[in-house]
């Protein structure tokens, strides 16, 4: 207990460190150069501390800031000393790609809202490539949000520059009654130590995207009184207006048809005043720039989790967010689009969708959203439906309320509710976090058949129609530096469903506990070593049967430049209640109902992601149903020549062997064996940071399916951007499945 208390001391002790904002007379220029009169006067912070490799150490580099402000935006100046100047890297170009972080980097963190949850981020390379992100809760983070914020970087004699403009519209700040205080905090990527450098220091269990542990900007409270004294005054209302067209060729030879014109136009815009409210509405929506999905093989009876990558639904998503242990209430990708196999999703047309956000009062914040579909195949007019409430308790603490609803715009009867409340408890002062989440579900009688997660054993309910049907999950966890326990319980009824959520399982109690030690080797090149231990049980929700049980331990060593190896043993059972694959559909194999006992065990080694070239690879072996083996290896290889190029490609092999024969059209029955392959690759070409082309090839020996795509973008000004996207599907003849040719532009005025 002693040395549990001391973890937890260590991790809570240092107080965060603070940094105050002055008005600028003259706005600096961004470009990089740092001598404007604004810098020359304004006070530099430095004290930066190392994360990685050595924690707490002094970095070798120093660093130093300084922030100004005037009536519209934040303005930050960063010095980025380096000895070794001609090492300085910068291998990446292109626009919002996470690649930014093999490179020398700097992120600008900052907790707008002063909710210690929510970060929005800000990172720029050498090179001026930018990068712009959302982080919720410490682990949600997102690359597809995309802010209105200018930023420039330069190689000078002692290092690099860099220099960044921040609206207050990008951050939800009014500047008529802007916020005593905000969290702020600066990362600093050293790829040549394969470091990182914090202001305020980001220890572990704590992610890099740690909002509780956040410094504080102060000063931005003085700008009414020194307006007013010049006879100035803030726009309070901020705005954007971004309609869009779109024009292209689709060709579907499969159905017969060769070809036809494609055209399209909608818009998307919103109006705010500071954090007070925000209200967003997009008409007609299209997602035709939206990034492929990875490729997946779906091997078991749970439903595949995929990350939304919508502009539309991520902007503000830290209202609506209830995402924990496997439990998401609110799954946006629930809305205009429907998952048609494990790797790919169909568009539902989106005729429009309305949010509106709002901070009535400092402590609460308020969410409404509302989108309707049109029909398409056998989807009917729809509408889905999202209320929240959240009151912040301080520290990063928090009780909520949330509410669902979709309904059939075509079938009263054909809908789903649910009402529920959600909690966190979090500070700065312990370790200690406590997440909560509770709600009932009520289901129309012609609701039909749910998609994979959304309620996995839930069928059809004309019997007990809008009967409710609870669930709830509690997890409280220890942060501390050497040991990091975990408990888990979630319980629900066998009928609850959310089509608007992520849950992997109904009508079970489940219950899970872990315990992680990390012990900081700092010797012979090794960083440090994490050992998770683990057990997790599933009963049927009467407590008649225990369905599920699995134990086991992950073993992870980390050295000092980046390499990573892991090993994961597990032994596990578990139930299939119904059936898997269908003998008149090509499914992967039939697997009958029945207990399986199985071992598994998976191994990892990584080079370091720095590297000009980086291989990662992975071993999986494991029992399989019906006393199959199965072996999984996969591979990933990136190549970062220069600023130019970058190659991306991966592979999965996936071969299990069964003993007997089993039904199953995909199945070979003289080997008794199953064979998948996953192949992609991705070329990005950076010819500028507004300039840049990715062409990304898959194939998936399940669907039989051959994807090609190239899509251009060039953003030819800020937050406007010209798309030029083709598409080839093909078959396992290479015969044309599909082609498209899309031309989509998009204009902000703001």
């Not at 506990?513 to 599933?538: D, F, H, K, N, S």
């Amino acid at each position: 207990m002693a040395a549990l208390l001391l973890c937890a001391a260590s991790v809570a002790s240092a107080a965060p460190p603070t940094a105050r904002a002055t008005f600028a007379e003259v706005a600096p220029r961004v470009d990089g150069r740092l001598t404007d009169a604004a810098w020359k006067q304004a006070k530099r912070y430095s004290g930066f501390v190392e994360r990685k490799p050595v924690l707490r150490q002094r970095p070798p580099e120093r660093t130093q800031f300084a922030i100004v402000f005037d009536a519209k935006a934040l303005y930050v100046a960063v010095w980025c000393f380096d000895s070794k100047r001609r090492a300085i890297r910068a291998r990446t170009r292109q626009r919002d790609s996470d690649a930014i972080f093999s490179d020398d980097a700097l992120s600008v963190k900052i907790d707008a809202q002063h909710d210690h949850r929510t970060t929005l981020g800000f990172a720029i390379n050498p090179a001026s490539a930018r990068l712009d992100y959302r982080g919720i809760d410490e682990e949600d983070f997102r690359i597809e949000f995309d802010a209105l914020w200018t930023g420039r970087a330069r190689r000078t004699r002692w290092g690099w520059s860099v220099e960044m403009r921040i609206p207050y519209s990008a951050l939800g700040i009014d500047p008529g009654s802007p916020p005593k205080r905000i969290g702020l905090n600066f990362t600093r990527d050293h790829p040549r130590r394969n470091a990182s450098y914090d202001w305020a220091l980001l220890a572990p269990p704590f992610s890099p995207i740690a909002a509780s542990r956040y410094g504080h900007l102060v000063g931005l409270d003085a700008l009414p009184a020194i307006l007013a004294k010049r006879s100035a005054r803030a726009s309070r209302l901020s705005y954007a207006v971004t309609p869009w067209m779109l024009v292209g060729h689709e060709g579907n030879p499969a159905e017969g048809i060769a070809g036809s014109g494609r055209g399209s136009a909608g818009v998307d815009a919103w109006l705010a005043r500071g954090s007070r409210w925000r209200l967003q509405l997009t008409v007609n929506t299209d997602f035709a720039q939206a990034d492929l999905d990875d490729q997946a093989v779906n091997l078991g009876q749970f439903g595949l989790f995929f990350p939304e990558k919508r502009d539309f639904f991520l902007r503000d998503f830290e209202v609506f967010s209830t995402s924990l242990a496997g439990v998401q209430m609110v799954y946006t990708r629930r809305i205009g689009l429907q998952r048609a196999t494990a790797s790919q999703s169909s568009a539902v047309p989106i005729l429009a969708g309305l949010k509106l956000v709002a901070r009535p009062l400092s402590s609460l914040r308020v969410g409404v959203l509302q989108v309707t579909t049109r029909p398409t195949g056998d989807q009917p007019w729809t509408s889905y439906l999202v209320a929240r409430t959240r009151y912040e308790l301080g520290g990063g603490s928090n009780v909520g309320v949330y509410a669902t609803h979709r309904q059939s715009l075509e079938e009263a009867k054909d809908h789903n509710a649910v009402v529920g409340v959600d909690a966190a408890w979090r500070s700065q002062d312990t370790p200690l976090l406590i997440h909560a989440v509770a709600g009932i579900s009520m289901t129309g009688a012609k609701a039909g058949t749910p998609e994979p997660g959304a309620a996995v054993g839930a069928t059809r309910v004309e019997e007990d129609a809008d009967k409710p049907r609870p669930g709830a999950v509690v997890q409280v966890r220890w942060r501390g530096l050497l040991l990091r326990p975990t408990l888990s319980y979630g319980v629900s009824d066998e009928r609850v469903r959310s089509d608007l959520a992520y849950i992997d399982r109904v009508g079970v109690h489940v219950g899970t506990a872990e315990l992680t030690t990390e012990p900081r080797i700092q010797r012979w090149g090794l960083e440090r070593l994490t050992i998770t231990l683990y057990a997790r049980m599933v009963a049927r929700v009467d407590g008649s049967e225990l369905l599920d049980w699995s134990s086991g331990g992950i073993v992870t060593l980390r050295s000092n430049i980046g390499f990573v190896a892991s090993v994961q043993v597990e032994r596990n059972s578990e139930t299939v209640l119904s059936p898997l694959g269908d003998s008149e559909r090509e499914d992967l194999v039939y697997v009958n109902p029945g207990t399986y006992a199985r071992w598994r065990g998976i191994y990892t080694l990584e080079t370091p992601s720095v590297w000009p070239l980086s291989l990662s690879g992975t071993v999986e072996t494991s029992d399989y149903y019906e006393g199959g083996k199965l072996l999984r290896v996969r591979a990933e290889l990136t190549l970062r020549a220069s600023a130019l190029v970058r190659l991306a490609a991966a592979g999965e092999h996936t071969r299990i062997r069964f003993r007997r024969a089993l039904p199953s059209k995909v199945l070979n029955d003289r080997h008794n064996r199953f064979n998948s392959e996953l192949l992609g690759a991705r070329l990005i070409l950076g010819f500028t940071p507004r300039l840049g082309l990715t062409t990304t090839a898959l194939w998936n020996s399940v669907s039989n399916l051959i994807r090609l795509q190239s899509r251009l973008r060039w953003i030819y000004r800020s937050n406007s951007d010209f798309f030029v996207v083709y598409q080839h599907d093909l078959d396992q003849h290479a015969s044309t499945k599909l082609h498209t040719l899309i031309a989509k532009v998009t204009y902000r005025w703001q």
